[in-house]
């Protein structure tokens, strides 16, 4: 129970009425704790009356305070004048000279004597009061009762004091008084309700006006937030999300069925993880096997292929994916064991892994965004216009191509994009049309064409968040409270 509480009760067994201002002052406490005290008394009960008085008062701002401590401006001015006058340039370096000249002289403290070259200020009487000072000073105090309405005015003009109201209240005893507060409950429990000593007790009433607890929860990171975007560019094409719920892969589906040959440096441990537990996979469509085999070996659908000695046991050992051009290959097979092909578009965006050396824009990890389009008869044309579409939903307009290299598609194209920040031309993604010798093992009509393209999340977001560090994106650096903080990601369309 307060201390204060009950000197304010107190008091009121003694006098019959009084302000809770008059209270902070004869206790000597700060009005908002007598408001306080005043809060938990009525808490208990109608032990007082509480009448809300709103009450113009005065105050001094900043600049009144700094007065009431050092001076008005003018009497500064007037103490800056020796004897002997000073040059009124001079006098015009202090601080707020110019309001403290123009007062001085019309106070008549000062004179200007113009018949000197540069013209001198000069003391015109032996001595001055700070009036202005004082004023403040009994502001300050409480006490403003010595200064008239037309200095208040010119103060408050001259912005030293300003108005503010003040809230009290008038107390009185209330039908309850007593001098003491009881404990209030604040919970109902098993035994009050057993021995009925609940009907004796007080309870605290629910606080409707307290603050309400922030709500915990998770947020986005901006990686998440930009994946969200793309999926929706993606949608709103038409196109079908893939499952890509399977890091490990084997090489098989990540590179011969892509007509990868088994001795390409990427197929090296240098370059690709793979799994020592389970080492190997040996589940496969058999049939298929047999023909990518045979055409990586001995070629055929009107390729030569690359005429080496190819090993199932190359192509049984699980991996980390390091594409998701996997996944597509998963899904085209599925596709080309249909009755009859129907076109499709297809997407994904998932973690790849590459055993890459780490540095500012390289990790062994990333994601990648890959969309695929099968229909017939497509070319170079269709590519480049589904790019046009797709980047300009990224809010990319300017692209360029470079011819390229991959093992599955020919033609390839690297795609360029130009930065406006940067000013420059960055590549952002690779491209191509899928061979044939990838696209007829699974089973696909020769006169399907499959354009498909690959870029990576992380440097989209890097750049759309200005990270210019990937770690400072993903991994043990990264700065919570940047997750937490990030926007959501609008990509200008
Ligand atoms: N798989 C390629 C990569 O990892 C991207 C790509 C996808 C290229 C589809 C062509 C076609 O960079």
Not at 61 to 85: F, L, Q, R, W
Not at 214 to 220: A, F, K, R
Not at 263 to 277: E, K, L, V
Not at 303 to 332: C, F, P
Request: glycine share 6%; hydrophobic share 35%.
């Amino acid at each position: 129970m307060s201390h204060l509480s009950e000197k304010i009760l107190k008091y009121l067994s003694e006098n019959d009425t009084v302000n809770t201002l008059t209270l902070a002052k004869l206790f000597n406490e700060d009005h908002q704790k007598i408001i306080g005290a005043l809060k938990s008394i009525q808490a208990n009960g109608d032990l007082v009356t509480a009448d809300q008085k709103a009450e113009k008062a005065i105050e001094v701002t900043d600049e009144g305070k700094h007065i009431s401590e050092n001076g008005s401006h003018e009497a500064t001015i007037y103490k800056a004048v020796p004897d002997s006058g000073i040059a009124q340039a001079d006098l015009m370096k202090l601080p707020n000279a110019k309001v403290g000249f123009s007062k001085a002289m019309s106070a008549g403290w000062i004179t200007l004597d113009k018949t000197c070259t540069p013209p001198l200020v000069r003391r015109k009487v032996p001595e001055i009061t700070d009036i202005v000072q004082d004023h403040l000073k009994q502001v300050i105090l409480g006490d403003s009762s010595k200064i008239s309405d037309k200095e208040k005015q010119d103060y408050k003009k001259r912005k030293l004091i300003q108005e503010v109201v003040i809230k009290s209240f008038d107390l009185k005893k209330g039908p309850e008084f007593s001098l003491s507060l009881t404990k209030l409950e604040t919970d109902l429990t098993t035994e009050m309700l057993n021995s009925g000593s609940w009907k004796n007790l007080k309870f605290k009433e629910y606080n409707f006006d307290a603050l309400g607890v922030p709500p915990e929860c998770g947020y986005l990171h901006p990686l998440l937030k930009v994946r969200s975007e793309f999926r929706q560019i993606f949608l709103e094409m038409g196109f079908c999300e893939m499952p890509t719920n399977n890091y490990i892969e084997n090489s098989f589906w990540n590179f011969d069925a892509l007509f990868q040959p088994q001795q390409h440096p990427a197929r090296d441990a240098h370059d690709t993880f793979f799994i020592s537990d389970p080492k190997t996979s040996n589940k496969f469509p058999m049939d298929y096997l047999e023909r990518v085999k045979r055409v990586h070996s001995k070629g055929g659908y009107g390729s030569q292929g690359y005429g080496y000695d190819w090993k199932i046991e190359e192509a049984q050992k699980n991996l980390l994916r390091t594409h998701t051009t996997a996944v597509s290959a998963r899904m085209l097979y599925k596709v080309a064991q249909q009755k009859e092909f129907r076109p499709i578009k297809l997407f994904s965006i998932d973690k790849v892994f590459r055993n890459e050396t780490l540095d500012a824009t390289h990790l062994a990890e990333f994601h990648q965004v890959e969309g695929v389009i099968a229909d017939f008869n497509l070319n170079l044309g269709d590519l480049i216009g589904v790019f046009a579409e797709f980047f300009r939903k990224l809010g990319i307009t300017q692209l360029d191509f470079k011819p390229a290299y991959n093992p599955y598609t020919e033609p390839s194209m690297e795609i360029f994009c130009f930065h406006p920040g940067l000013k420059k031309w960055i590549e952002i993604g690779n491209s191509g049309i899928f061979r044939p010798e990838m696209l007829l093992p699974m089973g696909l009509p020769e006169d399907v064409c499959v354009i498909a393209w690959g870029l990576s999340l992380e440097r989209p977001t890097m750049i759309k968040y200005g990270f210019n560090n990937i770690r400072d994106l993903v991994g043990p650096k990264v700065d919570l409270e940047m997750v937490q903080k990030s926007p959501i990601c609008r990509l200008s369309k």
